[in-house]
């Protein structure tokens, strides 16, 4: 009983706090902060395109402040670290909303499944902004979106998994997007004009590739999963054309926003868990013309298994943002509320809300089977503890056949290979003698 009320008054109680945070106004201190990192500022910003590629999701990732290309540990990974999807526990299913600047927003439906070591995702996110135009006299004449649509497939495998060195996972992501433009009008007749927007509009093929490895490294609490996790990622690597339908054809257009990305997270405690972030942008066209690097910082407060709070910050040039927020379980769905105070995204100083629920389909599982594994290797223990050297052998060897990897196991057998090489050895001398 104590438990329902908790999980029922905990979430409601998270939900609350964060419509305070957000109807608290932040943008007071807007200009100052700006002032504190002006020197900072990019000569280079704004030359890419595609930049909705850049625009976070929500979600966990968004709460972190973007700082997750070395946690990525749900099905926000995807424009982080495509090697994620290898190591996710669950089959998951998330929906994101993400109300951005000038009544622009991006939706996105995320969904991700593990089959033993491999890893399969996909993801499509669309960003688009109203379009009104007006004639000389104010009169509105056409009326559509401009939009971005982007379609990810992701592939990864987990290679050398072990008990205590996780072993390395590698990754890709293969990317189409669609920068769709409406048509517009002819300036003396007023009639749209066909294919105008088309002949504007562009395709982008792209690629990311990303590697993380897990291991266990100042850990002051008891648990098998590893508390740190380190990432590397190449971020929308390819090119982008416009021109479809003009008269003068297909052409490249603007560089896409390609990055490197670091990032790294240590639970350090079981309730807490910080994650960091460094990316440093680059042009594909011309290495010179490369954007200011970008950090990122993360803190999540492990409340409780279902409710936890979360914290970010980034620093993108001379515009920080900050971003607090919370997550919370009800049954198999998980939901996170993120308030944003953005200098990034324009002149002004923004605050944004984004919202994610991500459905848990279970591990397939997995935990039923290191439940069995736990079990016999227990059983081994004590047969070995008794002197009995080869009903503990038989029993581990079915625990090694469900995990080859889990080295308790293995080291068991060795140790157990031995005794009985040693009791045979001295039954051999005894009959010599």
């Known amino acids: 009983m104590k438990t329902t009320v908790k999980r029922t008054l905990l979430p409601l109680l998270a939900v609350c706090l964060l419509h305070a945070v957000y109807s608290l106004d932040f943008t007071a201190f807007a200009p100052g902060l ?21 625009i976070p999701a929500g979600g966990r990732a968004e709460g972190l402040g973007t700082a997750y290309a070395g946690i990525a540990d749900d099905t926000s990974f995807f424009d982080y670290n495509p090697a994620a999807s290898a190591l996710l526990k669950n089959t998951e299913l998330s929906l994101f909303h993400n109300a951005w600047i000038a009544d622009s927003a991006l939706e996105t439906l995320a969904g991700t499944i593990r089959l033993g070591h491999v890893g399969l995702g996909s993801q499509i996110k669309v960003f688009y902004v109203p379009f009104t135009e007006y004639d000389y006299l104010g009169s509105r004449v056409a009326k559509s979106y401009y939009s971005e649509t982007v379609g990810t497939l992701n592939a990864s495998y987990h290679f050398f998994p072990g008990y205590t060195f996780k072993g390395i996972a590698a990754g890709i992501n293969f990317k189409t997007a669609w920068r769709a433009i409406p048509d517009y009008t002819d300036k003396l007749t007023g009639a749209l004009i066909s294919g105008s927007g088309r002949a504007q ?14 291991f266990n490294v100042f850990k002051f609490y008891h648990a098998r999963d590893p508390n740190v996790t380190v990432g590397i990622s190449f971020i929308n690597v390819g090119a982008a054309f416009t021109g479809f339908g003009s008269a003068s054809g297909v052409t490249l257009d603007n560089p896409l926003p390609t990055a490197m990305t670091i990032g790294a997270s240590w639970r350090i405690i079981k309730p807490l868990t910080f994650a960091f972030g460094f990316q440093q942008p680059f042009n594909m066209f011309n290495i010179k013309a490369y954007q200011m690097w970008t950090l990122n910082a993360g803190v999540i407060v492990h409340i409780t298994s279902f409710v936890s709070a979360l914290g970010g910050f980034q620093i993108k040039g001379a515009h920080p943002r900050f971003t607090l927020g919370g997550e919370f379980e009800i049954k198999r769905v998980r939901f996170t509320v993120s308030y944003t105070l953005d200098l990034t995204s324009s002149l002004n100083p923004v605050n944004r809300f984004s919202l994610s629920a991500k459905i848990n389909f279970g591990d397939r599982g997995r935990a039923h089977i290191q439940e069995r594994i736990d079990t016999l290797y227990n059983e081994g223990l004590e047969q070995f503890a008794c002197g009995n050297f080869s009903e503990a052998i038989t029993i581990w060897k079915e ?14 057998i060795k140790s157990a290979e031995r005794q009985l090489q040693f009791d045979q050895n001295i039954h051999d001398a005894q009959l010599f003698d």
């Not at 700006?34 to 850049?54: E, H, R, T």
């Not at 509009?201 to 897990?214: E, K």
């Not at 625990?399 to 068991?412: C, R, T």
């Open 34 to 54: 700006s002032d504190a990192f002006s020197s900072l500022a990019d000569k280079n910003a704004g030359v890419a395109s595609f930049y909705s590629l850049l």
């Open 201 to 214: 509009s562009a395709l982008a093929l792209m690629a990311d590739v990303g590697l993380m490895m897990q």
């Open 399 to 412: 625990a090694l056949a469900l995990d080859p990897h889990f080295s308790p196991v293995k080291n068991g």
